[in-house]
C-alpha cells in the first residue's frame, strides 16, 4: 500500500506537507504549485487514504447523513441524493440516506446516524417550504435542501421560486399571449407565494395589470379540474403558467375537450420537467427543471465547508442545468433554474 511517506519522498517535501494536502486542509498553508504536484503524484501512485486512521487522526469519520421525511418516495429524490453523493464522494465522505415518517420516528433516525459518528447532516424537504429545525439536529453541522429555516440561522437552499414564474410569466409575454393565466396551488407555501410574485411581477413590468379572474388555486382531481374548466370559460386565456407540471394537465385537458390545439390556440408552461407528464403530454410542455441535483450537489460541498472551515474555492464544480451560487451566498442560497423548452409555447 502506497504511503504518505513514499509520496513525499518522490515529491521533495515532508510528510506533514503531504498530509495536509490529501486531507484537504492545505488552503492557505500549501502552494498550490506543490500541492497540485501532491496530488498528482499521489494519484499516478494509487494512493488511497484509510478512513478509520483518517477518522482516529483527524476525529472524523467523513460520513454525511441524509434526512428526509417525504423525498426519498418521491420522483425527485434521485436526482437529489445522486447531487449529494456526487459531492460528498468528490470530497472523500460517504452518504447515509434514511427516510422517516416524520417526528414520530425523526429523533430516532438522527440518533443512529449520530452513533456511527456522522460528521454533519442534510435535512431535506420537497415543495419548498419553512421548517423547523429538529432538536437534534442543532448542535451537529447542517444544511437545508429545498426548506429554510424559520429562524434564518441554518446554511440552506432552495429553488429561486420568483424567477419561476417570473421566467415562465416572461416566456408566455415573449408568444403573445395577452391573457395570462395563472394555475396555482391550494396551500400557501414558500413556492407558491414567490412564483405568484413573479408571475405579478413579470405582468407589471409589461405593463399589464393582474386580472384576478385569471388566477385560481387548485388542488388536485375533479375539484381541480373544474375549477380550471371554469377558468377557461369565464376568463378566455390564451396563456397558462401553472405551479406545477400536474396542474399542467388539467389546462391540456380543457384544451382537449374545447378543440383548442396547446401551442398553436393557447399556450402553456409548467413547473418541474416531470419524467411522467414530459413522456405522456403531447404537445411536449414546456417547463422550468427544478435543480434537485444541484440543490444536493451544493448542500453536500457547503455541509463539508462547514465541517471543514474552508472555502471550497479549488474545488471542480461540475457543469449542470442551473449555475450553483457561491459558497459564501447568505442564506438561503437560491438557485435560478433553467427554462426547458418544448412544444407548448407559440414560437
Not at 504549485?33 to 483518517?54: F, H, K, M, T, W
Request: one cysteine or more.
Amino acid at each position: 500500500m502506497v504511503t504518505m511517506k513514499e509520496i513525499a519522498k518522490q515529491a521533495g517535501v515532508s510528510v506533514s506537507t503531504v498530509s495536509l494536502v490529501l486531507n484537504n486542509r492545505d488552503e492557505g498553508r500549501v502552494r498550490d504549485i506543490v500541492a497540485n504536484e501532491v496530488r498528482d503524484i499521489a494519484s499516478q501512485l494509487g494512493y488511497r487514504s484509510n478512513p478509520l486512521a483518517s477518522s482516529l487522526r483527524t476525529g472524523r469519520t467523513h460520513m454525511l447523513g441524509f434526512i428526509s421525511e417525504d423525498v426519498a418516495t418521491t420522483p425527485y429524490a434521485g436526482g437529489m441524493i445522486l447531487g449529494a453523493q456526487r459531492a460528498a464522494q468528490q470530497l472523500g465522505y460517504m452518504l447515509i440516506v434514511v427516510s422517516t415518517d416524520g417526528p414520530r420516528n425523526e429523533a430516532e433516525e438522527i440518533a443512529a446516524l449520530k452513533r456511527y459518528g456522522t460528521d454533519g447532516f442534510l435535512y431535506a424537504k420537497m415543495s419548498n417550504r419553512i421548517v423547523t429545525v429538529p432538536e437534534a439536529l442543532k448542535d451537529t453541522p447542517l444544511v437545508l435542501m429545498d426548506a429554510t429555516d424559520g429562524t434564518g440561522e441554518t446554511a440552506s437552499i432552495e429553488p429561486d421560486e420568483f424567477h419561476i414564474g417570473y421566467d415562465a410569466t416572461k416566456r408566455l409575454l415573449a408568444a403573445g399571449c395577452e391573457r395570462i393565466a395563472y394555475v396555482g396551488a391550494e396551500s400557501p407555501i414558500v413556492a407558491e407565494r414567490g412564483r405568484m410574485e413573479g408571475y405579478r411581477t413579470a405582468l407589471a413590468e409589461a405593463g399589464r395589470s393582474v386580472n384576478e379572474r385569471l388566477i385560481v388555486h387548485v388542488g388536485n382531481n375533479e375539484p381541480a379540474l373544474a375549477a380550471v374548466n371554469e377558468l377557461f370559460d369565464a376568463a378566455q386565456p390564451d396563456g397558462f403558467f401553472c405551479f406545477n407540471d400536474a396542474r399542467a394537465w388539467y389546462v391540456y385537458e380543457c384544451a382537449a375537450r374545447r378543440g383548442l390545439t396547446i401551442g398553436r390556440d393557447i399556450s402553456v408552461v409548467g413547473v418541474d420537467n416531470h419524467r411522467v407528464f414530459a413522456d405522456t403530454l403531447v404537445p411536449q410542455l414546456t417547463t422550468v427543471e427544478l435543480p434537485h441535483f444541484e440543490m444536493g450537489y451544493w448542500a453536500a460541498a457547503k455541509l463539508v465547508s462547514i465541517i471543514e472551515e474552508r472555502s471550497l474555492a479549488d474545488m471542480d464544480w461540475p457543469d449542470t442545468a442551473a449555475p450553483l451560487p457561491p459558497m459564501n451566498t447568505s442564506t438561503p442560497a437560491a438557485i435560478h433554474c433553467a427554462l426547458i423548452e418544448k412544444d407548448s409555447v407559440r414560437k
